[in-house]
């Protein structure tokens, strides 16, 4: 299906919302690949970040994402755990926007098939000393492993976020008119309705 094909139709606007986010998980290129999310810190701020998708699984309605339990957005989400996901597509010029609850798994629990999967590359992340956030005297002023043993040492900061959403946005911005809709979880299934744009 294009596009185009679902301008007119709320059902496969909903379905190519989910492809075009489970394809993001593979294809590293495409913007659906690194979305935005939305947390509240604890001064009741909003806050913003782009994370890199994990894993979607749209039959379950949710999508994963990973990231150090050290992190703001970490204490963030274990103390509120609504949250808001963009994503935004130039060259389709399609957003489709998340809500949902996010559920924090480290790796010595649900996290460990995910910490498992992840390139030895992208483990070094979770070694970082200091933890993400920490103030430093200059730029470069935090430690990296340097071996496997050390990146594998970071497996107790690391976290799989999984956002199971229970509301989704789509809008798709069209010369032959933008569409845009709202679809919201019932329990079975998604009701949706169109939206002026």
Known sequence: ???SACRDDLAASCAEAWRLIAAGVEAVRAPFHTPTIATVDA???PRLRTVVLRGCAPQARRIRFHTDIRSAK???LARDPRIAVHFYDPGLKVQVQLAGTAEIAGADGAGQEAWDS??????ACYAVEPGPGSPIAAGGAYGMPKDAAGILAGVVHFAAIT???DRLEWLLLDDAGHR???????????D???LVP
């Open 180 to 190: 845009r809709a709202v679809f919201d979880w019932t329990g079975t299934g998604w």
């Open 163 to 165: 956002v199971t959403a």
């Open 74 to 76: 970490s204490g963030e």
């Open 118 to 123: 992840a390139r030895l590359g992208s483990r």
């Open 43 to 45: 001064e009741g701020r």
């Open 1 to 3: 299906m294009t596009i």
């Open 192 to 194: 949706g309705r169109w």
